[in-house]
């Protein structure tokens, strides 16, 4: 038998880059010798599904981790609450997520190249264990934040009012696309003809589901001519997060300078009774109390006095760990400001909103810990600050359902804001007029019904131009964002229209993509027309005939005549020895007893017997 090392070194092979580049990232099968053309075996068939079902995943993941940029900071401070240290853990996550997104997707398409052209399918062992591991580690982070983590499931439906028309579309061309490659494998197979069967009906139903799928869609973004409600007010989520730390003097200043309609805040009770604003219940995240209270880090931020307060540093830790990557563009002036930032009061902030236009202000008022002296007073020590800072009562969306009887007998023109949903009575009793939800607890059902009964709605927390398109769309009064500055570029819904224009696009994209399938496969058909053969009887020994070429050789015997010893120089003189022809080739004798040149095999032929056979 002809060895691949005599092969390899006395023939003229010719060069194949994107083919070994193709088997050799795939299966590691970078030398010709080891590939093959031989059927896949079922493992390798079930190790494809695999990736793709893996890519699919991938898809999925990466999909979420683009919804849910609209909450990264809230995904930052949980996981800081969950080990104790800063770190841009959504930017780690969303970048392993892409990386294995274009690693799956590599692999799926060097699996379609793969059958394309007629290679076996045969993946690295490394790819192998990748995928599963790829595939477990999206299952357990998927069970994991379906526990810790629900709401931003929600948030993933949410979007499919917006992203379902583009990713219909996107669908459609793709699945469009891979109609070509699909069709020439499918008239190639030589497999049974009920397995080509139930693949090709199997891909004419996903392109069905695709192409009908807008029937279920139903987004607020397809409105009627002229009915487009008026765009949502803008609440200041802690100020301006993503120019300056959190809750501080500076941020609500910020912030305001984007023309908000009013600030969002959290409010907590020292220890001498004087409202501040902090997020968190320690004071760990956004302050030096490391430095100034070394053996009270751990204490709830309330069992602090003002006084202690005011001597920690709120600002620095902006500038250090650069949650929104904005520090770094700040000049020397900016930075000084942030460094001489602390801990502002409830009244403060209050001075703030008058100073500004008498901006609305809403907070959440979260009760003392226990232990506190302030603990069953909180409320109304709340109530007198703001009312001593002079600040009109009717600007003041009181949130906090803590005594809220007792606050509607002594400040009548705060706006009472319900947190959740109540009976028609209870609404009526409280004077209700604001509803303060998250995207999760509303639907847009209940947002149309608030607006019935006179109760406008207010969502939190909503950073990212599609989710504000989408609630502009729905009709609420306002929306709470710690993007303000991003927010209030947004002149107009990212996408809207009407049904009808709508009903166009999606019939014509439809019927010229169906169009376009049916033609690859009536071209593809004819490229590779379907030739009756018996598989018993294909083998080396098999008759080949070349249009060009009046002999018939088997591949065995052109094979072996195209490797054959080539004798050694004969000694000057001796004419014993016949040489054979400079192309390696013998000549075949012709019917008449002569050497007919026309027989031999050239070496295009000679070529790509090699490459059937390998």
């Given amino acids: 038998m002809v060895s691949h090392v005599r092969l390899e070194n006395q ?39 695999i990736t793709i079902l893996a890519f699919a995943f991938m898809a999925m993941w990466l999909y979420y981790w683009i919804i849910a940029e609209n909450s990264a ?24 997520t892409i990386i294995a997104f274009i690693y799956t997707t590599f ?70 696309f891979l109609t070509w490659p699909l069709a020439g494998i499918w008239w190639k197979s030589t497999s049974s003809t009920a397995f080509r069967w139930v693949t090709f009906i199997a891909y004419s139903c996903l392109l069905l589901f695709v192409y009908l799928c807008p029937l279920a869609f139903l987004t607020p973004c397809m409105l009627g001519h002229n009915s487009l409600p008026k ?12 120019l300056a730390p959190e809750n501080t003097e500076l941020s609500f200043q910020k912030a305001a300078s984007y023309n908000i309609y009013g600030f969002e805040s959290d409010v907590r009770i020292s220890l001498d009774g004087i409202p501040f ?7 760990e995240r956004t302050t030096n109390v490391h430095k100034v209270f070394p053996n009270r880090t751990k204490h709830s931020a309330e069992f602090f006095t003002f006084e202690e307060l005011q001597q920690l540093d709120a600002g620095s830790w902006f500038l250090q760990k650069n949650p929104f990557y904005t520090a770094k563009r700040m000049s020397k002036a900016e930075k000084q400001q942030i460094k001489n930032q602390t801990i502002p009061s409830l009244t403060k902030l209050m001075q703030v909103a008058k100073h500004y236009n008498n901006k609305s202000v809403i907070f959440d008022l979260f009760m003392p810990p226990s232990g506190h002296p302030y603990r069953g007073n909180f409320t ?24 809220r009887d007792w606050v509607l007998k002594n400040a009548p023109d705060f706006e009472q804001t319900a947190t959740t949903s109540m009976a028609p009575k209870d609404f009526k009793r409280f004077q209700i007029v604001h509803m303060n939800a998250e995207y999760s607890q509303v639907t847009d059902q209940d947002i149309q019904d608030f607006k019935k009964i006179n109760i406008s709605t207010n969502i939190y927390t909503v950073n990212k131009p599609w989710l504000y398109s989408l609630y502009w769309c729905i009709g609420v009064k306002s929306v709470t964002s710690g993007a303000c500055q991003v927010l209030q570029s947004v002149e107009a819904p990212i996408w809207h229209t009407t049904p009808q224009i709508w009903r166009i696009i999606w019939i014509l994209e439809d019927c010229v993509s169906l169009i376009c399938v049916v033609l690859i496969f009536v071209f593809q058909r004819y490229r590779f027309p379907r030739r009756p053969s018996n598989p018993e009887a294909i083998s ?29 120089p004969a000694p000057a003189g001796d004419a014993s020895i016949n040489h054979r022809p400079h192309n390696g080739y013998e000549d075949i004798p012709s019917p008449d007893g002569t050497s007919s040149p026309t027989d031999s095999l050239p070496d295009p032929q000679h070529e790509e017997i090699r490459m059937t056979l390998e």
Wanted: proline content about 3%.
């Fill in 380 to 403: 109304e020590q709340t109530v007198s600050f703001i009312k001593a800072s002079g600040i009109q009562e009717h600007q003041i969306w009181w949130l906090s359902d803590f005594k």
């Fill in 11 to 49: 023939q003229n092979y010719r060069q194949q880059v994107c083919l070994s580049c193709m088997t050799g990232l795939y299966g590691c099968r970078w030398k010709r010798y080891r590939r093959s053309t031989e059927p896949t075996t079922v493992i390798e068939k079930t190790f494809l599904l």
């Fill in 231 to 242: 765009r949502p007010l803008i609440m200041t989520h802690k100020g301006a997060p993503m």
């Fill in 73 to 96: 900071d809230d995904f930052n401070w949980f996981m800081w609450t969950t080990t104790n240290s800063w770190f841009h853990w959504f930017t780690l996550v969303f970048t392993l």
């Fill in 540 to 568: 080396l020994h098999t008759n080949r005939t070349f249009p060009h070429n009046h002999g018939k050789k088997s591949d065995r015997e052109l094979l072996y005549r195209s490797n054959e010893d080539t004798p050694m």
């Fill in 277 to 283: 604003l902090m997020h968190d219940s320690t004071l």
């Fill in 107 to 176: 692999l799926v398409l060097l699996a379609i190249a793969h059958c394309i052209t007629g290679q076996q399918l045969h993946l690295y062992i490394v790819h192998k264990v990748t995928i599963i591991i790829l595939l477990c580690a999206c299952i357990a982070f998927c069970i994991t934040l379906t526990e810790l983590w629900p709401e931003e499931w929600d948030l993933l439906f949410i979007s499919l009012q917006v992203t379902a028309p583009i990713l219909q579309i996107m669908g459609v061309v793709i699945l469009t």
